[in-house]
């Protein structure tokens, strides 16, 4: 297994470093998934997911993709493992050494697809935004404090596989990882890809897929 990566931008380090950052705010014990083969790295997470491939909530990965020198790697790692190595890996060089312990992830073996997207239209940021806070308020709303942490798991999968634009079929927790992860800027249209049964939401700070949602509350 490749012990390290090499960057060609130092900013590039500090972009995966503030997304890294963003990620686990939404999600404090998350994963991050590195995916290189030649050139390119991409960074997968997953602010919200099921439990299981095979589960009926909705997941959605975060993607986000920089340059490395040519390498081959498909690994998941805590996300506080990789910034602990950032932070050393940002005084010294472009080099990031990776943990010696890898992860496994419910949300890891799911796979968007790499081709045949198709480019269908655009959602205004505000827009987003609104679904992305409309569901935090929902999901405040409906869960009593006392509840059990797998009961609230599932009330909250609930909420967020809820369809929020039915002309792209997008369940609620793209629109929630689309704004906390950090990928729009106020008052941009965000353009909205399909394929083969999933959606994805793209800018130019990164891009979020999902499967799309035909859940109607």
Known sequence: MTNSIRFLDSNDMEDLSSYLTRARKLDDDGCVKFRAFGDILAVYVSPIFSGSLMGDGPTVLGLRTMKLERTELDATYSIASIQERLASALTEGLELALPTTTMRAAWSGVTPPRQDWVETGTISQQQITQWAKDGIAEVANTLPSSVGSSIAAKVRLGIWGKTVS????????????????????????????????????????????????????
């Open 166 to 217: 039915l002309e792209f079929h997008l369940p609620g927790a793209a629109a929630f990882a689309m704004a906390g992860l950090g990928f729009m800027q106020k008052g941009e249209e965000i353009s909205v890809y399909t394929a083969k049964g999933w959606v994805r939401l793209s800018s130019a700070y990164g891009h979020v897929l999902s499967k799309q949602s035909f859940k109607i509350v």
